[in-house]
């Protein structure tokens, strides 16, 4: 994660926001996150995701939906690889969003709406993949540093 190069404050309102939407403590290190994600074990509740998604990212749940269990399939029973990642790379962009832009309604409208360095998608249509979510992470990076946009 980039977000390791932000200068403190602005590292600890994004730990705040990643906290409010996958309910992981801000006291769990980065390398403790990676290594659950690289095992694909849910260590975390599957809960307040999909409540903060249903309730404030409605938009998203379309993007998401593929490979993230719902509330009804046990939202305690383990991710495979592939749907802890993805889980994390949504959770993850989203908050770096909002912790830049300062509030959600903000955010959410940058996340959804089509962007020409992107080819025409949609910031959070990236986060399919590695590679995208390093794009749309420093692209967001760049603007919280005042060198983009």
């Not at 390398?31 to 509740?45: A, C, F, L, N, P």
Request: charged share 20%; with cysteine.
């Amino acid at each position: 994660m980039s977000t390791e190069t932000m200068r403190a404050e602005a590292y600890d309102l994004y730990r705040a926001r990643l906290e409010v939407i996958t309910g992981i403590p801000k006291t769990d290190s980065d390398h403790d996150i990676r290594e659950v994600i690289k095992v694909g074990s849910q260590t975390y509740s599957l809960v307040p995701f999909l409540k903060y998604c249903t309730d404030s990212l409605p938009d998203c749940l379309d993007i998401i939906s593929s490979g993230i269990p719902n509330e009804e399939s046990s939202p305690h029973q383990p991710f495979s690889v592939g749907d802890s990642a993805l889980w994390f790379r949504v959770a993850h962009i989203v908050a770096l969003a909002e912790s830049i832009f300062g509030n959600g309604t903000k955010a959410r409208r940058w996340l959804m709406a089509p962007k020409k360095v992107f080819s025409g998608a949609a910031p959070m249509a990236m986060v399919s993949t590695i590679e995208g979510v390093q794009k749309v992470e420093q692209m967001l990076i760049q603007a919280m540093e005042g060198i983009t946009f």
